[in-house]
């Protein structure tokens, strides 16, 4: 599985929450809150095994960024501690969860948002493409 199919598929497991809320499987060019918005976590990609004839396995992290509007302290905290157990709940089988760092206060663009991350791993075999890598033939001389 390549990792751009891994994050779609974790961000459509997450949309189905039961709250009104947006995940993006990429970070969007305008945040607009409530959302999760999944990136690389660290470390991002961690070989599990490799090498042949086994087929390489990696542990794959993700941070999944949960955003929430910062309006006021009760309602925007209410608000994130909803959101992260909602993520905590959809998440599929065979996703394991970390930390989940402690609420924060970002800027991005003019509005100032309430954020939390929730560390989430899996393991998953690599795939390269449309073929699998090969390694080349010696060149002839």
């Known amino acids: 599985m390549n990792l751009k199919t891994l994050r779609t598929t974790l961000a459509t497991a997450l949309t189905d929450a039961g709250i009104d809320y947006s995940t993006s499987a990429f970070p969007p060019p305008v945040v607009i809150p409530p959302t999760v918005v999944i990136v690389p976590g660290n470390p991002w990609i961690a070989p599990i095994t490799i090498g042949r004839p086994a087929s390489p396995q990696v542990q794959v992290t993700f941070r999944l960024t949960c955003?929430?509007?910062?309006?006021?302290?009760?309602?925007?905290?209410?608000?994130?501690?909803?959101?992260?157990?909602?993520?905590?709940?959809?998440?599929?089988?065979?996703?394991?969860?970390?930390?989940?760092?402690?609420?924060?206060?970002?800027?991005?663009?003019?509005?100032?948002?309430l954020v939390s991350d929730v560390q989430v791993t899996t393991p998953a075999t690599p795939s390269y493409g449309a073929r699998p890598w090969q390694p080349s033939s010696p060149r002839r001389t």
């Open 67 to 113: 955003i929430v509007a910062n309006l006021d302290n009760q309602g925007s905290l209410d608000q994130l501690e909803e959101l992260v157990f909602a993520v905590l709940d959809n998440l599929p089988r065979g996703w394991e969860v970390g930390d989940v760092s402690p609420p924060s206060v970002e800027t991005i663009g003019p509005s100032d948002l």
